[in-house]
C-alpha cells in the first residue's frame, strides 16, 4: 500500500527526442506526486508535481500525466537535452506530515 | 535563492562511535526531514519534525537516532552507535507548506 513502482529502470533517447518515465502507486490516500531529478553527488531537486485534481501539468520542456482512476502518473520530457541526463525519482505524499515515498529512479542518458 | 545546507559533506566513522549529521534548512520553513539513501537506491524517508517535535518517523529510524533543532536554524540527525549498514547519503530537506520539499546537497556518512 506504501509503494510506488516506477519505470523503466534505464532509458536511453537521442537528443531532441521524448523521455517517458512512468510511476504507479498503490494508496489512494495519497495526495501530491512531485518528481525529483538528481544528478550524481547532489541533492535530489524538485522538477514539477501535481495534484490529483489535475490531469496534466506542464512546465516548459516538463509535463506530468496523471491518471486517478489508474492510480498512475508520468513524467514527460520534449526535446531532450544532453543536460537532462540524470536519474529521475518520483514521488507520492501521503496527507498530513508530508514525508514522501520515493520510487527506486530512473537513469536517463541522453544521447547527443 | 536560499537552500538547505548541510555539513559535513563526507563523515567517515567508525563502527560504534556516535555521529551528529548538521543541517541549516531554509529560514522560513517549517517542516523538517531526514532521508537517506543508500548507494544507487532509492532515496527513503526517516524522521519528519514540526513545531519541535517528532510527527512521524519510519521503521528505519530506531532507537540509535535521534532529532534535534537545537537553535532556530539548526537541524541534527544524531545516529548513537553507528552499525556498517548505516553507511550511506544523508539528506536533510525542508519545506514551509507540506508541497515543496527542498533538498539539501547530502552528508555522505562511511561507517567503517
Known sequence: ?112 | EPEVTQTPSHQVTQMGQEVILRCVPISNHLYFYWYRQILGQKVEFLVSFYNNEISEKSEIFDDQFSVERPDGSNFTLKIRSTKLEDSAMYFCASTYSRDEQYFGPGTRLTVT
Open chain 1, 1 to 112: 500500500q506504501q509503494q510506488v513502482k516506477q519505470s523503466p529502470q534505464s532509458l536511453i533517447v537521442q537528443k531532441g527526442g521524448i523521455s517517458i518515465i512512468n510511476c504507479a502507486y498503490e494508496n489512494t490516500a495519497f495526495d501530491y506526486f512531485p518528481w525529483y531529478q538528481q544528478f550524481p553527488g547532489k541533492g535530489p531537486a524538485l522538477l514539477i508535481a501535481i495534484r490529483p485534481d489535475v490531469s496534466e501539468k506542464k512546465e516548459g520542456r516538463f509535463t506530468i500525466s496523471f491518471n486517478k482512476s489508474a492510480k498512475q502518473f508520468s513524467l514527460h520530457i520534449m526535446d531532450s537535452q544532453p543536460g537532462d541526463s540524470a536519474t529521475y525519482f518520483c514521488a507520492s505524499r501521503r496527507g498530513s506530515q508530508g514525508n514522501l515515498i520515493f520510487g527506486k529512479g530512473t537513469k536517463l542518458s541522453v544521447k547527443p
